[in-house]
């Protein structure tokens, strides 16, 4: 549970809000993995894909987030969709961050869970379990002019809502000045 909301949660909710909404346009239908249909996506994906283990690790746990393997977020713009989410256990969706802000994309993510736990002769075939899932989804193969559309408007979209917060926040200021604190 968050206990202090700011302007910038409100703008990466409407960049994922965005996101979902691409990814389905290129589904081309809702995928909603919380009922119904998506959620027996991904009920499938997690099951009988990667048979209840983790994408990364391998290992079988009682509870398996949704991984995006491009990053839901505004710096890489995956898409929610089924061939961009995968089982992930809770100590292995920590990607490591590098220089810039920037994360480690899923396979060097794959690389450095299989290099701890020496289980480097591994990693190939766990890479190439997660490449055929993308492929056997579906995932859309966007060329630099697609993501370079969605980038601009996810970027744009984040900060008109962080403006339009901040906006809000002085209307109320001058609201509560002229008709509460008089």
């Known amino acids: 549970m968050t206990t202090y909301n700011t302007s910038s949660d409100a703008a990466n ?3 994922r809000s965005f996101l979902t909404k691409v990814g389905e346009y290129y589904l081309g239908h809702s995928f909603n993995t919380g009922s119904g249909k998506g959620k027996a996506t991904w009920a499938r994906i997690r099951d009988d894909v990667f048979s209840g283990t983790c994408c990364y690790c391998g290992e079988a746990h009682a509870v398996l987030q949704i991984e995006h393997l491009l990053m839901f977020n505004r710096t890489e713009y995956g898409l929610h969709h089924p061939g961009n989410i995968a089982p992930c256990c809770k100590p292995c969706n920590k990607r490591e961050r590098k220089e810039g802000k920037t994360y480690t ?8 869970v299989c290099e701890r736990r020496n289980e480097s002769y591994l990693f190939e075939q766990r890479k190439n379990k997660i490449i055929n899932h993308i492929t056997a989804e579906k995932y859309p193969d966007l060329d630099e002019k697609e993501r370079h559309a969605i980038r601009v408007i996810a970027n744009s979209l984040y900060e008109n809502i962080k403006l339009e917060s901040e906006k809000s926040l002085n209307m109320y200021k001058q609201l509560d000045e002229a008709f509460v604190n008089r």
């Open 105 to 112: 994309s899923w396979e060097e993510h794959l690389q450095v």
């Open 13 to 15: 909710t409407a960049v």
